[in-house]
């Protein structure tokens, strides 16, 4: 069974600090991605990794960076973290380097709160 | 016009009752498309791809008109399990998620 884990459910920050999203994923998948989902918007993707150390700008790279030095690791990083930042923070694995339309299996979500 | 378009509901149906979500794209190149589930405060997962030729998947029946541009999802003899929110998913280089229709089985 495909396992992705993040570090937190529930995270409260104020404006200016650093954030720091953590996920994992235990099925060896190439694809890594970061969405943020908001209501009445969906999910849209911040950023995505095709492999280690490899990113690539999804829709909304702005005010995020990521970081992926091993396989099974993707974190997502907000600089300094604004108020618009508030919202549920999805990470999600996939195989099959550089195709995005297999399968995603998704994380539990980070319910992130910037005050 | 968003790129892939679903009304978000809420659909109040009993059990038991048959109910159909559509789903609209406006890049005619799509190349493929899924329905995703997602229960309240947990994350999607997938329910079914859709293919040209339209499948099913017990009570589940997924089909795809490309010269209308939409994709649907039809739920038979619903369950108070299959209240959700269905996510339309549209493949077009990249991955693009409606928003989502949410779905409330009565009992």
């Known amino acids: 069974d495909v396992k992705v884990t993040q570090s937190s459910r529930y995270l409260v920050k104020r404006t200016g600090e650093k954030v720091f999203l953590e996920c994992v994923q235990d099925?060896?998948?190439?694809?890594m991605f970061w969405y943020r989902q908001d209501p009445g918007l969906g999910l849209r993707l911040i950023y995505f990794s095709y492999d280690v150390k490899m990113k690539e700008k999804g829709d909304i790279p702005e005010g995020y960076s990521v970081s992926r030095e091993k396989k099974e690791r993707f974190s997502l990083i907000l600089e300094s973290a604004s108020t618009n930042q508030t919202s549920m923070y999805l990470c999600a694995s996939s195989s099959l380097s550089g195709r995005q339309d297999n399968e995603q299996f998704f994380g539990p979500g980070t319910r992130l709160t910037v005050l | 016009r968003k790129e892939v378009e679903q009304d978000p509901g809420p659909f109040n149906v009993p059990e038991g009752a048959t109910v159909a979500f559509n789903c609209t794209y406006s890049n005619s190149a799509s190349q493929s498309f899924f329905w995703y589930r997602q229960d309240c405060r947990k994350e999607p997962k997938l329910l079914m791809s859709?293919?040209?030729s339209g499948n099913e998947d017990g009570r589940f029946t997924a089909q795809l008109n490309r010269a209308s541009q939409y994709i649907s999802l039809l739920i038979r003899d619903s369950k108070l399990s299959d209240s959700a929110t269905y996510l339309c998913?549209?493949?077009?280089?990249?991955?693009?998620f409606g928003q989502g229709t949410t779905l409330q089985v009565k009992p």
């Open positions: 859709v293919y040209s």
């Open positions: 099925m060896d998948h190439e694809n």
């Open positions: 998913v549209v493949y077009t280089g990249k991955l693009i």
